[in-house]
């Protein structure tokens, strides 16, 4: 399974961003999908998550309310709408898919993109 981010890029602060993950080579309707960031000299942290079938989404604490997450099955993609952006969301964002267990650890995804940048000035 091969899963392609685009979408990155440099944004001032209180710009947005919209990421899309292509994802090709299994069957994209039936993951569970979501987003990780990891900053310099930071662990990768969870930024969101949308099950396989759609419904409930959920967001990290830093995140919420400014992130959207979804996806559109037809076309094997996913996205993460980014408003209202932050320095401190400047990252590099990793489309994320198949977890196995705990939707909130980077170790619990069995596969990986491999990572767009955003940068946010101030």
């Known amino acids: 399974v091969q899963l392609v981010e685009s979408g990155g890029g440099l944004v001032q602060a209180g710009g947005s961003l919209r990421l899309a993950c292509a994802v090709s080579?299994?069957?994209?309707?039936?993951?569970?999908m979501g987003w990780f960031r990891q900053a310099p000299g930071k662990e990768r942290e969870f930024v969101a998550v949308?099950?396989?079938?759609?419904?409930?989404?959920y967001y990290g604490d830093s995140v919420t309310g400014r992130f959207t997450i979804s996806r559109d099955d037809p076309k094997n993609t996913l996205y993460l709408q980014m408003n209202s952006l932050k320095p401190e969301d400047t990252a590099v964002y990793y489309c994320?898919?198949?977890?196995?267990?705990?939707?909130?650890?980077?170790?619990?995804?069995?596969?990986w993109g491999q990572g767009t940048q955003v940068t946010v000035s101030s």
């Open positions: 994320v898919g198949h977890p196995n267990g705990n939707y909130y650890k980077a170790s619990s995804y069995n596969y």
């Open positions: 949308i099950p396989r079938g759609g419904g409930s989404t």
């Open positions: 080579g299994g069957t994209f309707s039936n993951y569970d």
